[in-house]
């Protein structure tokens, strides 16, 4: 049995609309729940945190950088976490 390496696209055909919409019902009946969305999620959706630059005093960074070894998380959430204490 050959292996081929290339798949000839020149006898290969395009999935109608209608078939789409058939597979995506099947698989809804067959798993209850809709089929994900390809892709990367917009980010409209996915904003959690808001990108923002801002400078800190080299003391407060090692600080930082510091307890998140510790702790072992990320230094940037130990500082997020500092402030949301303050603001609280």
């Not at 904003?47 to 990320?74: C, F, M, N, Q, S």
């Amino acid at each position: 049995m050959s292996r081929i390496k290339e798949f000839d696209f020149s006898r290969a055909r395009r999935v109608t609309p209608e078939e789409t919409a058939f597979f995506r019902r099947a698989f809804e009946n067959t798993f209850g729940f809709k089929p994900p969305k390809r892709g990367r999620p917009a980010k409209h959706l996915d904003l959690k945190y808001k990108d923002i630059h801002i400078k800190i005093h080299p003391k407060a960074l090692k600080w930082a950088k510091t307890e998140a070894v510790r702790r072992g998380v990320g230094y940037q959430t130990i500082i997020n976490n500092v402030l949301l204490e303050k603001a609280a």
